[in-house]
C-alpha cells in the first residue's frame, strides 16, 4: 500500500493515524488485499448465490395482544409525577 491509499482510506473511516499505525496498518491491509486475490481464484461456478450459509428463521416471539400495565404501577417508580402523568424536564426553550 502507498502512503496515499493509507491516507485515503484513513479520511473515509474518519480516523487520524500516526505515522506508526500508518505503517503497520498498511501492512495488514496489504495481507487482507492478498487473501481477497486468493479467493477470486476458487472457482464457484458452480455455487449458486446465497444472502446466508444457513436458513435465517425469526427467533423473536410471536406478537400477542396482553393487557397493559396499570396506571399506578407504571408510575410507581417515577421521580416526579403531578396528575397521574410523569413529570420531566422541559427540554425546548
Do not use: W
Not at 474518519?14 to 481464484?41: C, F, H, M, S
Not at 446466508?52 to 409525577?81: C, I, M, W, Y
Request: charged share 25%; aromatic share 6%; glycine share 8%.
Amino acid at each position: 500500500m502507498s502512503d496515499f491509499d493509507i491516507h485515503y482510506v484513513a479520511n473515509l473511516a474518519r480516523v487520524a493515524l500516526t505515522p506508526d499505525e500508518e505503517q503497520r496498518l498498511g501492512g495488514q491491509l496489504q495481507n487482507i488485499l492478498g487473501y481477497i486475490e486468493k479467493l477470486k481464484e476458487v472457482d464457484v461456478s458452480g455455487v449458486e448465490p446465497t444472502a446466508h450459509a444457513f436458513p435465517v428463521v425469526n427467533v423473536l416471539r410471536q406478537d400477542v395482544v396482553t393487557g397493559s400495565l396499570p396506571h399506578d404501577e407504571a408510575l410507581r417508580n417515577a421521580p416526579a409525577k403531578a396528575g397521574g402523568l410523569f413529570v420531566v424536564p422541559k427540554v425546548v426553550e
